[in-house]
């Protein structure tokens, strides 16, 4: 049992309730209510797995992080569910001269992009929607985005995995009327968090619900005499 345990810690795919991050050093997501959840934001490189049914405005919320850390290097997109409109981008404030769209025949060609993307050391971000994807696999991409000191967010919508997949940060997303309902999962050095809602009506008020003004009626004053 002892071998199991210290092959599993090598691994990365056991965490101790008493570890703690080697570095406090974070991308704020723009966000104070998530920056706070997450005790100071997305880590600096390694993967964020988005488990999210896909049309819900997923993108949205890491539309500030990638404003904030695409100007430099490129922001990489791959296999996104339909094609990204360069022009919103542009309106969203990212440099479409260091945005990049990546359409991959199959699923593998998807996660070999994805690896050469982050271990490349030339990207910022590597953003990568998959249905499936095993823990191996998983494990490739946090070491490659290790190498380029690079971050990749996961996008799932379908697979239930039986293991825990050896990421940094795992988040649950689902729709809500005032932008996402967000449940922390798993978060490597810290303890999960339970659903919260992210108000995103600062940012895109036409794409939330705007809370109804309470409806007065007044009553006709009764006369005295």
């Known amino acids: 049992m002892y071998e199991l345990i210290e092959h ?14 080697e570095s406090q050093d ?19 490189h390694g993967v964020v797995e988005l488990q999210s049914p896909q049309g ?5 919320l890491l539309i500030p992080h990638l404003q904030q850390t695409s100007q430099e290097r490129l922001a990489v997109f791959i296999q996104p569910p339909g094609y990204l409109c360069a022009q919103h ?30 271990r490349s050391g030339a990207c910022s971000n590597v953003l990568l ?19 380029g000191n690079s971050l990749s967010f996961l996008f799932k919508s379908g697979q239930k995995n039986r293991f825990s997949l050896p990421v940094s940060l795992s988040m649950a997303l689902q729709p809500h009327a005032l932008g996402l309902e967000v449940a922390i999962t798993k978060r490597k ?11 995103m009506r600062h940012y895109w008020p036409s794409l939330t619900v705007q809370p109804s003004q309470p409806v007065i009626l007044p009553f006709p004053l009764r006369r005295q005499g």
């Open 8 to 21: 599993l810690k090598q691994k990365q795919w056991l965490w101790q309730g008493n570890q703690t991050p």
């Open 26 to 44: 974070y991308y704020a997501t723009g966000y104070s209510l998530l920056d706070q959840k997450l005790e100071g934001g997305f880590p600096k």
């Open 56 to 60: 819900i405005g997923e993108l949205r």
């Open 89 to 118: 981008l542009a309106s969203q404030g990212i440099d479409c001269n260091k945005a990049l769209l990546i359409y991959p025949k199959s699923p593998k060609e998807a996660l070999w992009a994805a690896e050469q993307c982050l």
């Open 129 to 147: 929607w998959a249905t499936e994807i095993e823990v191996h696999q998983a494990r490739r991409l946090q070491v490659a985005s290790e190498t």
């Open 189 to 199: 050095g810290g303890w999960p968090h339970g659903s919260f809602v992210l108000d």
